[in-house]
């Protein structure tokens, strides 16, 4: 059984940085693509980022282009998310996700396992 477990998040003012990181535990990391996602309150889980099976393929969503880095360490079972000059609206608890296939997926319907989420607080 596969789990997932985020570390990283806190509160932050806007213009600062954070970095998440989730540990995957299972012998189906490298094979995998992976994925983070967001939630806000009251609002539905979006997709931030997503990486494929060994890092050659990322995606992120527009509202986090140019600001945000996903990236993986397959000898660590790893993947991070570098989130730079934050925002008020990048507030929410962030997930990562893990997808049985080798490429990522922009749809929450696409992955087959997730975290308990970490939550991000941005100050303005």
């Known amino acids: 059984q596969v789990q997932l477990a985020e570390s990283g998040g806190g509160s932050v003012q806007a213009g600062g940085s954070l970095r998440l990181s989730c540990a995957a535990s299972?012998?189906?990391?490298?094979?995998?693509?992976m994925g983070w996602f967001r939630q806000a309150p009251g609002k539905e889980r979006e997709f931030v980022a997503g990486?494929?099976?060994?890092?050659?393929?990322?995606a992120y969503a527009d509202s986090v282009k140019g600001r945000f880095i996903i990236s993986r360490d397959n000898a660590k079972n790893t993947v991070s998310l570098q989130m730079n000059s934050l925002k008020p609206e990048d507030t929410a608890v962030y997930y990562c996700?893990?997808?049985?296939?080798?490429?990522?997926?922009?749809?929450?319907?696409?992955?087959?396992?997730w975290g308990q989420g970490t939550q991000v607080t941005v100050s303005s």
């Open positions: 996700a893990e997808r049985r296939a080798l490429g990522y997926a922009i749809s929450r319907n696409g992955y087959d396992y």
């Open positions: 990486i494929n099976y060994n890092g050659g393929s990322t």
């Open positions: 299972g012998r189906t990391f490298s094979n995998s693509a």
